[in-house]
């Protein structure tokens, strides 16, 4: 494809951003927008509320809710949702970012680009903090007040710093700097799809007991490491205000900063319901979007006009960006694959002129090139994993040609294109915008065991070196030795090494140009002294809790994209299915023994990578943050969708099925579904 074609491309992906993605955060933001008068209004009845003085409280806060203040307050949250709905279109993503060792979530933590969103929403938490305190009123509406007794050198009296509006708003600081770390480690950024389609209302309905239990439990946590802090180095903001604006400390109240001081139970519940008040209105703001974004979108199976033909779904299925449109283009696949008899009536038909089915054509076409990416990028995964860290003999001279040759043809990634745990961990992460991504960025990181640290044998290395160019995770496989990996997922393989043959390579034989690119001296002294300073470091058990992997971490990096296999893989099984008594040309029983044969591969490829530590052991979730963990179960649902997807076509087909063309171990395998023993 020329430069040119791929602009044209770009540009025409951009339609969808402009015309759907934008719009649905929009409208997202303007429903939290409206939200907000009666979370305002709420808010102040349970900060200024009095079991004595009931309807004193309720009318006080009437005056309130109508002051200007109040009125100015509201503009300002009304900004501060503004900014946060930005930051959610800026910074989401549909393929989690999963971190497999604690110095790779602590690089992420350390990301220019996160440090500058954690300092975004460290403002953003001192203005609602500021809000609040006006709200609240009191002993905390202003930071300073004339001292007790005292007068200045003109007769004015001397200003002493308010310590609980200081507080109050290093509280909110200190929250929204948390959230924003928070949102990194539990993946609040990424967002998921609901397997059971239902209104929005309905959605949001039922999730709000969710978003305020999440709320008010984080806001607890958060309130109780603040203080933690501020009994620590509240003294520093203290001196440093009252040193700039020429405040004084008032001897006579209790600083706050001390045991005494923070034993304010008053204090403390003004600081943990603003707390509250301020996750509950982010939290609304992050639910609002994800409810929006992930709403259906029914995209035409052809068009009639040339101009709107890159929105059809077969040619948006082929686009690699943005990562949003490719999703929600396979779930309306897998819907309209169950659901729409029409439809799937539009990808059965033929052209005009010509007779060619081209809308099944591209569409089952993209479903396959999903499926036969993840089965070889579990057959590399599990092949290193064999192996222990120790490199099979390959042809390094050959690897590197190849692997130089796939860099340069390997213009865009294909959707499940994932590159090494040591280059970056997890794929659209939360530093990389999945809005408008750039075709280069990095989509998906299965890990391969301890690539990424400093421990990691040479000959792993070069096991992976050439893994980064050669894998699918850079789009077409050219490497032969990629390729020769496929049929070991057969018991053919197993079979030779039962019998004690050892498996014949071709690149078992050194070649001339492998016996000239022998390394020179230095580059041995430099290789050992690098050895020596890794068996220093691995004695060292800081070093290694640090890059130490992360218990199941490389397995759920490794399905972390498997939503997308799971529509292709429905959308696939159902239209087979439907073209048993719909398909009027037979265009699906050309490719039959193609979409087969890719998921009894694909099979027996998760059936062995579920009998690796850690693979089969299900996560327990976590139902205190707003952080989606759906994608740690996502192995689970793809095992059990390929298996029902398999059964779907043998129970519709039976035994026609034996007719079809295929190897005697996927014959094999076909027969254990067709007698039900699978």
């Not at 200045?152 to 710093?161: A, F, K, R, T």
């Not at 929250?175 to 059971?196: P, Q």
């Not at 929005?200 to 709320?215: D, N």
């Amino acid at each position: 494809m020329s430069a040119h074609d791929g602009m044209f491309s770009a540009e025409q992906s951009c339609w969808f951003v402009r015309k759907v993605i934008c719009w649905r955060a929009a409208a997202s933001v303007a429903w939290a927008v409206l939200l907000l008068p009666p979370i305002t209004a709420a808010f102040v009845i349970l900060s200024r509320f009095s079991l004595l003085h009931p309807i004193q409280t309720i009318s006080e806060c009437l005056s309130l809710l109508t002051s200007a203040s109040a009125v100015f307050s509201l503009i300002l949250l009304c900004g501060v949702i503004l900014v946060v709905g930005f930051l959610n279109l800026e910074y989401y993503t549909v393929i989690p970012t999963i971190a497999c060792s604690k110095i790779a979530l602590l690089g992420q933590l350390l990301h220019p680009r996160q440090l500058l969103n954690s300092l975004v929403h460290s403002i953003m938490g001192m203005i609602v903090a500021w809000c609040c305190a006006i709200t609240i009123g009191g002993r905390y509406e202003t930071l300073g007040y004339p001292c007790p007794q005292s007068d200045g050198s003109d007769g004015s009296p001397q200003m002493c710093l308010n310590e609980y509006h200081l507080a109050l708003l290093l509280a909110g600081a200190f929250v929204g700097f948390s959230h924003s770390l928070l949102g990194v480690i539990h993946n609040m950024n990424y967002v998921s799809f609901h397997t059971v389609q239902q209104y929005k209302y309905l959605r949001f309905k039922g999730s709000l007991p969710l978003v305020v239990k999440c709320s008010a439990t984080q806001a607890l946590y958060s309130i109780r490491n603040y203080i933690v802090v501020y009994f620590f180095l509240g003294y520093i903001p203290k001196a440093w205000l009252c040193k700039t604006l020429n405040l004084d400390s008032n001897s006579s109240v209790h600083p706050l900063d001390s045991i005494a001081g923070l034993l304010d139970l008053t204090l403390l519940y003004h600081m943990w319901i603003s707390a509250s008040f301020l996750l509950f209105t982010w939290h609304i703001t992050l639910l609002l979007f994800r409810i929006f974004v992930t709403e259906v979108y029914s995209f035409p199976v052809q068009s009639s006009f040339t101009e709107d033909a890159h929105q059809c779904l077969s040619k948006v299925l082929a686009d690699k960006q943005p990562m949003i449109l490719k999703f929600l283009a396979l779930q309306d696949l897998a819907l309209l694959s169950q659901h729409s008899p029409s439809r799937r009536g539009e990808v059965f038909s033929l052209s005009q002129p010509g007779g060619h089915p081209h809308n099944w054509n591209a569409i089952s076409r993209e479903c396959l090139s999903l499926l036969t990416d993840l089965t070889q990028r579990l057959v590399i995964y599990h092949d290193t994993v064999a192996t222990n860290g120790r490199a099979k003999s390959l042809s390094t001279g050959s690897e590197r040609k190849s692997s130089s040759e796939t860099s340069v043809t390997s213009g865009t990634d294909d959707l499940m294109s994932p590159r090494p745990a040591f280059l970056l961990k997890t794929p659209a992460s939360v530093f990389a915008r999945s809005v408008v991504g750039s075709p280069k960025s990095p989509l998906t990181a299965p890990f391969t065991p301890d690539l990424d640290s400093p421990f990691a044998s040479p000959a792993l290395r070069r096991l992976t070196a050439p893994v980064e160019q050669c894998s699918p995770w850079f789009g077409t496989v050219q490497s032969p030795h990629v390729m020769r990996r496929v049929p070991k997922l057969w018991s053919a393989s197993t079979d030779s090494q039962i019998n004690g043959s050892p498996q014949s390579s071709p690149a078992s034989v050194p070649s001339p140009k492998q016996e000239a690119s022998k390394p020179s001296l230095l580059a041995q002294f430099l290789q050992n002294r690098k050895e020596q300073v890794k068996n220093f470091l691995a004695k060292r058990v800081l070093i290694m809790y640090l890059f130490n992997k992360l218990p199941e971490a490389s397995s759920q990096a490794l399905f972390a994209d498997s939503q997308a296999h799971i529509w292709a893989l429905e959308g696939l099984s159902y239209l087979v299915q439907a073209s048993f008594s719909e398909d009027q040309f037979g265009v699906v029983q050309t490719t039959l023994p193609s979409i087969l044969s890719s998921m009894l591969v694909l099979q027996e490829a998760v059936d062995r990578h579920f009998k690796l530590p850690h693979a089969s052991s299900k996560p327990v979730r976590s139902s205190g943050s707003m952080g989606d963990s759906t994608h740690k179960t996502l192995r689970f649902a793809l095992r059990a969708t390929l298996k029902t997807a398999i059964y779907r076509i043998t129970t519709t087909f039976g035994d026609h099925l034996k007719a079809i063309q295929m190897s005697a171990e996927h014959r094999k395998r076909l027969q254990q579904f067709l007698e039900y023993k699978e």
